[in-house]
């Protein structure tokens, strides 16, 4: 049995990740991925999305964790677009928070200092990364349940560690000593009251929206895109057994097809494993009851 340290591809996000799992929480996410994340391009730049023309889930191969920056996805390629109004509309409580919002490329600074009353900034910084980070946000939110989050827009900072497999011959499994690399990061979600989370998500509101449309979806909603999100993440199925993997290039995938074509969202819940995969739900869905009317 012969350790493999060669470096996996990311997956899945922050406290507001957590709104999604998100955990955070695919490719590019604090999960899976271990490689700094790239520079990020100029604020003037629209995020991409990787959703294909058509809207459906990308499964090609060659670019999972490739790196490439993807096109913008169109309007139609986000669950209740042109719809009259939200699928799930936010709490009353969110009309308390109305008023002025900074500039997005104002917008750090008041978001950090929102962020202080859910944990220390040395604390927050271990977990997110918090540069340009309403657009981060936006963007994870948007690809956690499609099949990449692209890495260079990934809202939580590289998990430490090696990736643990063991490798017999041509086979490859994931040895659950992995599962222990995301105990820290499941213990931050696991600390953040899922009030004051939600309160800091609904105070940037406005902000959050306004970023989402620009994305691409001029008639979207991201409130429901979170819960579409979280709700993706709820459904990943529990794996028994081995999970397998395979390296056709630099980067693990699954051996198993059916795993392989998941989402982003769920590949995270399995990779974080079944005990922690179970702690995050229950964030998940404490989450989830705070921002649904």
């Not at 470096?7 to 709104?19: D, H, I, K, S, V």
């Not at 799930?88 to 109305?98: D, G, K, T, V």
């Not at 063991?166 to 992995?178: F, G, K, P």
């Amino acid at each position: 049995m012969v350790t493999n340290r060669s470096r996996p591809a990311t997956a899945g996000p922050p406290w507001w990740l957590l709104l999604l799992a998100a955990a955070g929480i695919a490719a590019g996410l604090y999960l899976w991925q271990m490689e700094p994340v790239p520079r990020l391009p100029s604020r003037s730049a629209t995020p991409p999305s990787t959703a294909p023309a058509d809207g459906s889930a990308d499964a090609s191969a060659d670019r999972l964790g490739s790196g490439a920056e993807p096109a913008a996805a169109p309007a139609s390629a986000a669950p209740g677009e042109g719809e009259a109004g939200p699928k799930f509309p936010l709490p009353e409580s969110a009309s308390q928070y109305a008023g002025p919002m900074p500039a997005v490329e104002a917008s750090d600074s008041p978001i950090l200092d929102a962020l202080l009353a859910l944990a220390s900034r040395d604390r927050l910084a271990q977990f997110l990364n918090l540069q340009d980070y309403a657009r981060r946000f936006v963007v994870t939110v948007d690809n956690l349940p499609r099949q990449l989050v692209p890495a260079q827009w990934s809202a939580l900072r590289p998990v430490p560690g090696q990736l643990a497999v063991a490798a017999d011959h041509e086979r490859i499994t994931l040895q659950a000593e992995n599962f222990a690399r995301y105990d820290a990061f499941v213990s931050f979600a696991e600390s953040l009251d899922p009030k004051a989370a939600a309160r800091v998500y609904l105070r940037f509101y406005p902000l959050l929206q306004e970023q989402y449309r620009a994305l691409g979806y001029p008639h979207g909603h991201l409130n429901d895109r979170v819960v579409a999100a979280i709700d993706d993440m709820l459904t990943a199925p529990e794996v028994s057994g081995p999970i397998r993997l395979v390296q056709p290039r630099v980067q693990y995938r699954f051996d198993d097809p059916l795993l392989e074509s998941l989402s982003a969202g769920r590949k995270v819940m399995i990779r974080v494993g079944p005990e922690n995969a179970a702690r995050l739900k229950k964030v998940l869905r404490a989450l989830r009851a705070e921002i649904v009317r």
